[in-house]
């Protein structure tokens, strides 16, 4: 028999948000909506869209790995030196290259919770032991999350806004942070939903990456640019911790369509301050609407409100999706009586809204 390493039998699988043709097949409904992978609602810039196609020709030819033009553009968004950047196969890609670049069997890292899942995937499967701070609904000490680093904490993992609160750390407590950890730590903000943050004093932070050499930033193309279905994201930090990365990065993972859609997307300002407006119109329309039900909406950054439905959490994503409106119960991330949904369109909300008062009156 073949055996797996042992560290796979500490993971549990991945639990991602249920798809529209799982949802079709299951119920045959015509319409369906998907509000549960905080994906964008108006698509990708038609800009990307156009590059997409015109890519169409060169499908044969490999793409170039070191992607000089869209490390130029990033770098040239953010001020950044281009061997401060790497590109990945989705951010995701760009955590499992933290794992195999900096994690060892016996280290551990840290990280608020409840968040993002890979955090924790990729440090158990590389043998390091991954310690939580926080729980609930409640916004994790960031001062605890400090006190929770000791001599083998590898990686600190931040994600700022947080996955599946919406809460946020400012400038100012992440700087505290910063301060207060280790130089042989790594600092993991992963800003995935950081374009869809309004609050004034939300972090802006590549001009510490000079000053914390141990500082990284991760982003992705998935959300507010629209490419989730491409698989790419990027990532800024000191120069020796993104060569280490190249080392280990596979040389061809983020292929040409992905690439030109990215670089497109860069420069489609339009379609990113139109999503913002949309989401931040919707943020307070499905707030009070919830609000004005009698339940609880945690205060976001992000492009999905996390709602606390209580004990019948489970009930009504359930008679949500039997309705055509797919949105995620968070069971898996420890908190069984809230959801999370992405903001969508106006009509998208107004629909998610029909179906709740329906079940509320059922
Ligand atoms: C906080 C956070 N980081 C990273 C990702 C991964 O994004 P991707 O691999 O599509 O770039 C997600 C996806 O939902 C996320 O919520």
């Not at 000053?211 to 279905?229: M, V």
């Not at 993972?253 to 999503?275: C, F, K, M, P, R």
Request: aromatic share 10%; hydrophobic share 40%.
């Amino acid at each position: 028999m073949i055996e797996p390493r042992p560290e796979l039998s500490k993971l549990s699988d991945y639990v991602p948000g249920k798809s529209i043709e799982e949802i079709r097949e299951r119920y045959g409904l015509n319409r369906i909506v998907k509000l549960a992978s905080n994906e964008n609602p108006l698509g990708a810039s038609p800009k990307a869209v156009e590059a997409f196609h015109q890519i169409a020709d060169s499908l044969h030819l490999y793409p170039r790995g070191d992607a000089p033009k869209l490390i130029d553009s990033i770098a040239q968004k953010f001020g950044v030196k281009t061997s401060q950047i790497i590109i990945g196969n989705g951010s995701d890609e760009i955590i499992d290259m933290i794992g195999k670049a900096f994690i060892r069997q016996g280290d551990n890292c840290v990280g608020i919770t409840p968040t993002f899942s890979v955090y924790k995937f990729t440090t158990l499967s590389n043998g390091a032991d991954f310690i939580g701070v926080g729980e609930g609904e409640q916004k994790a000490s960031l001062e605890d999350l400090a006190k929770a680093i000791n001599a083998k904490t590898r990686v600190a993992f931040i994600c700022n806004p947080n996955n599946p609160t919406g809460a946020y750390y400012s400038e100012t407590e992440i700087r505290d942070f910063l301060k207060k950890v280790p130089q042989d730590v790594l600092v993991f903000l992963d800003e995935a939903y950081s374009e869809f943050a309004t609050a004034d004093d939300y972090p802006q932070l590549a001009g510490l990456l000079d000053e914390y050499p141990n500082l990284f930033i991760n982003r992705t193309f998935s959300k507010i640019y629209g490419l989730a279905g491409l698989r790419i994201g990027y990532a800024m930090s000191n120069e020796s911790v993104i060569k280490a990365m190249w080392k280990i990065k596979p040389p061809f993972d983020v292929n040409q369509a992905a690439q030109v859609a990215a670089i497109a997307a860069l420069g489609d300002e339009e379609h990113v301050q139109n999503t913002r407006k949309m989401n931040a119109e919707g943020v307070k329309v499905l707030t009070d609407a919830f609000e004005s039900f009698g339940f609880k909406v945690l205060p976001t950054q992000a492009n999905f409100i996390c709602v606390r439905i209580g004990e019948r959490a489970k009930e009504m994503v359930a008679f949500l999706e039997q309705n055509g409106m797919i949105i995620r119960g968070l069971t898996s991330f420890g908190m069984p009586e809230h959801v999370r949904i992405t903001l969508g369109k106006p009509e998208e909300n107004a629909f998610l809204l029909e179906l709740v008062k329906k079940w509320l009156e059922a």
